[in-house]
């Protein structure tokens, strides 16, 4: 049977630890541990996570669980991976979960490596869309308009003006045996693929969309909310790709409204009216084509 | 049995690699390391090394996957050389403070700017404060006895250290040697297999490379200083009991050849030992007392071995393959430390040689001896630094 919000184990595998209230990155974790269980190898770069869960002697992993160098934390879990099967171990998981700038910035060459491997591994990308642990600057997953403290909003610089990398698209050109896009805010659907990353036979990539309640100006107890909101109207999508083909989870008939998501987090509140509008152009550009090249 | 083998210093390396049998091995290359990697992937092929061959996509991962590896408990091996080792460097400070017992062999090349592939000692001599054991090696045998030693040594439970066996690229990576191959059961016997007190163990989950903040740091870093204080025992002893096992020994920390009733000492490291050996036997047949001192590690630094075998020296020399910009040879500082707590300390004076591959000829040698014995006798405070054979104008010191 597979694993839902009833039927999950109680046990706990990380707690204790002194993340922000409503951070869902401490949560993607503690989901993630009750799918994979105690045999799991976490392998926490550093991050917001590693350093509220690794500070001596206040440990809060319950199962093995190590900081790689930023740059490396696939290199590391292919390391762990080998000296497991080099010693014949059986019945562990290899689990990462980096940040967005420990994946698609500093920690995409040792990424692509691993895949290319094809270690069986999971790599979760919590995506916060900013570098949250060092006080929120831009990273390569902050999306367009944003305000950060490295990307003002100003006169000059009117918030971060790049677009999010496509992670998950890179992962599937790498022809990764199973890739997924996830939300925080449709914990059914996370759920789900995260058994699949464990039970899959090479190597796998869960994108959370993990809302920063700290780095986003929104209160702590809405996580959830803005986290299947991002999902309604648009700015983020639940997808999978597996044996080659993309498919889309959930396709909105109607979008929920892109001002309402974008004005009530502080990050986004210097928006103007064509801020909005480009916004919305480019995420009626992105669901054109995963219309057209995702659903059968 | 005949077990000499032809091979090169990169080739004999690797069959050390093969006897001591890492579980994995993570390989990315770079000239001129490169045939130690190759090896070790025919090894693989042909069945004679097991390991997890890993390829890597960079020097980086190389030294990331080691950790990995180690810190679930497999003894592991990487090669590098230069701006690979020095792309590796945030990964060598984590290796060693979390105590993974990792072997390294580096080929010992300039680094760039200006770009070189030959061989100079700057790349590993600007890594001495990782906190990694650094030997250094004269010959493709000692390359392959050094790299065996260095599992014993890093694996010994009061060191659990990494270490790095340097090796001079070209002079000792690509020349060819007739070298002897120990037994695979007495390699067994002295470096068994060794369950490490730090590693992840799936039914006793543990938390590694953890943080540590001001009230615990600096103990963390007194524990790390004391491990490699303590590899200075360990050094000896594995020589030691590689000359029991293996009928061959390297001195230890240092070798001593001449040294003790002579008046002028070359310090030295690598391959050059080797020719400057050469030179002193010349200068003996005409009656110099002169003297080498091979160093075999740098860190630990070998300073109670120096002190002693260099303390009644007039003069000593510091020949080495590299500078520290702006102050002298990384060696030259070490060695003046150490000789700073006698009574006496001898005259000493620094040879700057070999950078980017130049040559460093018998004569060199001996016009180096020549210039320490001046030197000693002469009283004036005269510069006691000097680039060998230096092609362009001299700039005041």
Redesign the interface.
């Known amino acids: 049977m597979a694993i839902n919000a009833r039927n999950m184990t109680n046990k706990e595998l990380f707690y204790g630890h002194k993340a922000c209230g409503g951070c869902a990155a401490s949560l993607t974790i503690r989901w993630t541990l009750k799918v994979f269980g105690e045999r799991t190898i976490a392998v926490v770069p550093p991050n917001c996570m590693s350093t509220v869960g690794f500070i001596f002697p206040h440990m809060t992993f319950g199962c093995n669980a190590i900081i790689p160098p930023f740059a490396a934390t696939a290199a590391v879990m292919s390391g762990i991976l080998a000296s497991a099967k080099a010693q014949g171990l059986e019945d562990y998981h290899v689990v990462g979960f980096a940040g967005d700038g420990g994946t698609a910035d500093i920690g995409l060459q040792a990424l692509s490596g691993a895949i290319d491997r094809n270690d069986k591994i999971t790599y979760i990308c919590y995506d916060n869309e900013a570098y949250m642990n060092t006080g929120i600057q831009k990273s390569g997953l902050t999306p367009y308009g944003t305000k950060t403290t490295n990307t003002p909003a100003g006169k000059n610089i009117h918030g971060s003006m790049s677009s999010k990398k496509n992670m998950f698209e890179i992962m599937a050109a790498h022809d990764i045996t199973y890739a997924a896009t996830v939300s925080v805010g449709y914990p059914e659907d996370m759920l789900k693929k995260l058994e699949k990353a464990k039970n899959a036979p090479g190597p796998s990539y869960i994108h959370v969309f993990a809302p920063c309640p700290t780095g986003w100006g929104v209160e702590s107890d809405t996580t959830i909310e803005i986290g299947k909101e991002a999902v309604d109207c648009g700015l983020w999508y639940l997808a999978e790709y597996e044996n080659g083909e993309f498919t889309l989870n959930k396709n909105p008939k109607d979008f929920s409204s892109i001002e309402d998501y974008l004005k009530k987090q502080s990050r986004f509140s210097h928006l103007d009216a064509a801020d909005i509008d480009e916004i919305t152009v480019q995420r009626d550009k992105k669901w054109e084509k995963i219309r057209k090249n995702w659903v059968r | 049995m005949n077990n000499k083998i032809f091979a090169s210093g990169d080739e004999a390396l690797a069959l050390g690699v093969r006897l001591a049998k890492p ?2 091995i ?1 390989a990315y290359p770079i000239t001129p390391q490169t045939i130690t990697v190759e090896r070790l992937a025919d090894y693989v092929e042909d069945g004679s090394l097991k ?2 061959y ?5 020097e ?3 030294m ?11 003894r ?1 091996f990487t090669a590098t050389s230069s701006q690979g080792l020095l792309y590796m460097c ?2 060598l400070h ?1 290796a060693s403070g979390s105590r993974f017992p990792i072997v390294m062999m580096n080929a010992n090349r300039s680094t760039a700017t200006p770009w070189n592939i030959y061989g100079d000692q700057r790349d590993s001599l600007s890594q001495l404060d990782t906190g990694w054991i650094q030997l250094y090696v004269e010959n493709g045998q000692e390359a392959l006895d050094t790299v065996i030693q260095a599992y014993r040594i890093a694996e010994n439970p009061e060191v659990m250290t990494p270490v790095m066996v340097n090796l001079d690229g070209f002079v000792l990576t690509h020349t060819y040697e007739l070298v002897d191959l120990p037994e695979q059961a007495s390699v067994d016997k002295y470096i068994p297999y060794k369950d490490y007190p730090n590693k ?3 039914d006793n ?9 001001p009230a ?1 740091n600096t103990e963390f870093r007194y524990q790390q200083h004391c491990a490699i204080m303590n590899s200075a025992e360990a050094i000896n002893e594995a020589d030691k009991e590689f000359e029991a096992l293996f009928g061959r020994s390297y001195g230890g920390m240092v070798e001593n050849y001449l040294c003790d009733d002579a008046n002028a000492i070359i310090v030295t490291l690598g391959s050059v030992a080797g020719t400057t050996r050469i030179v002193v036997d010349d200068l003996r047949a005409k009656g110099y007392k002169v003297g080498l001192l091979k160093l075999r590690c740098i860190r630990p630094f070998p300073k109670d071995e120096l002190k002693k075998i260099l303390g009644n020296s007039k003069v000593v020399g510091v020949l080495e393959k590299d500078i520290s910009f702006g102050y002298e040879g990384a060696v030259f500082t070490e060695v003046n430390s150490a000789l700073s707590t006698l009574d006496k300390m001898p005259k000493t004076y620094n040879f700057i040689a070999g950078l980017g591959g130049r040559n460093i000829s018998k004569n060199d040698i001996k016009e180096a001896f020549e210039k320490i014995i001046a030197y000693g006798n002469n009283n004036e405070n005269a510069s006691n630094l000097e680039f060998v054979k230096l092609g362009c104008e001299e700039y005041g010191n």
Request: proline content about 2%; glycine content about 8%.
């Open positions: 579980q994995v993570a390991t997890e890993m390829y890597v996509e960079s980086h991962s190389a990331a996957a080691c950790i990995g590896a180690s810190a679930m408990g497999a592991t945030e990964c984590y992840m163990d799936l989950p543990m938390s590694t490379c953890i943080t540590a903040g615990w």
